[in-house]
């Protein structure tokens, strides 16, 4: 058999793998029973070492250096490349790493699903310990064969063909410029204004499905649930969004489950000729972040939009829709308030990359070895004071306990999410030279233009391109902070518009 | 290393592979969004691969051959033998149509599922006859290695220890008295009580959770959702069940509960020490469904704990618990009216055993090839006509097409309802003797005592045991239809007790 067909065969089991993950890691999220924990993370150990045996296998090696790359049509060596990737990857950690790195993870997912409603941070430490020691194997196996800092071999397991420098160059960027824009946008003199509830959550989840259904989410091939940490997971076709609801307003929830569309639609518009190979994958985490906050910040709280989901909250509350304001105004202002908080997801679109930073600068210190788990709520403290000016003061649960990444093991995941603020923002200004009616367009709730747009340019390429190339091609230039400022400027400093 | 420790890991891995099996199929069946069908498919076949690869890997028959069964204790014996049960099963079947019956049968049942509701066997049949026509080429390859027949060969892949001559045995007696019992037992002059409804699905959910619970399902290690067709599901420390409400009448759903947390009360109890190996599997599907209809039947329609259900339903309606009637007694008449019907798993008890000889007898001439699936419904109505008195005059989603188990691939599983309805009166007849205060203890919703027989007797048993001698050392005889039919004819020809 030609090598190219065994590794294409091979690379299908793959996805078979991938899928049971996918839904493994929902079930445990959304509807595992809290008794289930030990043995869950047994089973997806065991997917791990399965998974990771099939990457590693030698004859895939073989294989790869069998394949004559000038024999394959142009999209078909994009597959083969990131099969090579893949490969490298997998067999540079240790089989029984793999497993026990999984099985940590799996079980500190659940313990900070337990002890964070508490902030328990003393019977949650023990097992963010654990995680951390396996990643710092993880990272320094990998540093090796990738010859790269073990921080930037994490970060490209998320974004392929992101660097740790070109992290921080565009991290270090923000952190220069955003401390101003934030002290000049802050609105402190005025009250916060009431949201108008309160919101029962069976009114918000209608709300959700709505205005999710209005962006093009496709409810015959996903799901909404609630999950205490809103979080796109499942299997290709089976792609399922959620969100969480709070009664006192439903402008965070309903937020949350836009994000979480926007990642939906980059899978549901995935390749499907290579839904089954690597090259069909979306292109990583930071182009993923990139869509999700791209329909949250750019459409989401757009003030066009916002007066559809105005016209849907009525609906959802059983007013008569004329009766409405037929504006997004109020709300709009209502939601770029700027205000720096304790918590990340809550965050605005302002303040939200310098949570991002901090952590950026915490993992590197924990993956180096440089800062012990023991010291991490203090670097906490110290670190959000010095980059928000306000710290969680001990409430662990609203600190260094808030997001479930670094138990789940995703070290390097966090940069992405600024990343793809950029990004978002990026994809905005070229769509709109594309799109005149742009703004026309978002405030009559037709959404196909922008995700036409999307769909040719970034989504239905999963892999074939590398990451900076993708952008480029999509947004006409290298991907740096330029729109991302352009836009919070515009925004936040000139009002609405 | 040792043969047999060799083996002993070998087999822990299947035990994640059938955790992930499990998963699969409860999100299947529960959560799945209808678009998700194709690509579950694909992956469940690609499982079901594995798990034969696994269980085939002619390295497990090399280290069956040198283990010296002489040096292993008692229960490593009973662990080996299950071992090369398994392995010998697996071998038989090809790989490919292993992985192509699982798809088949996955894609079949998703298409139940759309099509059972307009009873659309037009689009339903081409499903079915990949499965049977699949199901044949596995019933012969298993034959040929076990020298048996085709369908005894599938009856033992459900219940293993069972032939098919002892399958033909005793459903041969049960379709010999039950005619003539259920003529005798029949009130047809009496009209269907009222059952005091409507009842919001709310409020069944809400009773369905107080009933199982005070049988001692474990909701830390379990959930209750609803499903079309009720089934229980999940994986070890995490079994789920499930049923339907339908608002005129709480009784339907409420006892499928019953049904279910049974099932899952056996695999709660399973021996932990055994809990990832071949041995500390459940029994076998006729035993599974003697614990099932032991709290369906022997327990959930008992009037003294239909008091405490009658309790619990006033509670449920926030009614003052001083207001109930305080005894069963109405709810226990309404609930044994015996009245042939066209639906199986609405069956009376006395004539739920012909639903079964019915289908036992198709599926026999199906595997064979004596039948067509094209045939089937004729052949079903004519069955119907002979066995109920009643048929379903063309409407085959109340017809053919009202179970999922044939779209499931499950051929040889229905004669296990049967068996486990003889085996549950069995069990209840020695358990009577052991505790002569049961209709007290049942009365009082004290269920410790019966759980803690069944538990020391049966489900910590695993599969230690072979199935004919575990029932008997259980109940003190072997399995045969007296204790049934003595228990029906106290029940149904001399009123309540």
Redesign the interface.
Known sequence: MDAYQALYGHFE?LA??D??RG??DW?RRV??????A???A??QA??AR?RRARLADPRVGEWLEAVEPGSLAVEDRANLREMARLHRRAAAVPEGLTGALAEAAARAESAWAACRPAGDWAAFRPHLETVVERVREQAAALAETERVTRYGALLAGFQPGLTADRAEGLLGELEDFLPGLVARAEREGEAAPDPGGPFAADLQEDLARRVTGLLGY??????LDRAAHPFTG?????I?ITTRFEERDFAPGLLAAVHEAGHALYEQHLPARWR?QPAGRARGMAVHEGQSLFMENQVGLHPGFLAQVDGMLAEARGADPDRRQGSGAALFRRLTRVAPGLIRVEADECTYPLHIRLRHLLEQRLVTGELAVADLPEAWEASMREHLGVAPEGDHGNGVMQDPHWAAGLFGYFPCYALGALIAAQLMEALRLDLPALDHQLAAGDLAPPRRWLAERVWARGSLEEFEALISDATGKPLDTGAFRRHLEARYLRGPG
């Open positions: 089991e078979a793998l899928h049971v839904i493994l079930d509807v595992m029973p809290a008794g289930g030990e043995e869950r047994r089973a065991a997917v399965w496709d409810f015959h091939h996903g799901r499942g299997a290709p076709a089976d399922r089954h």
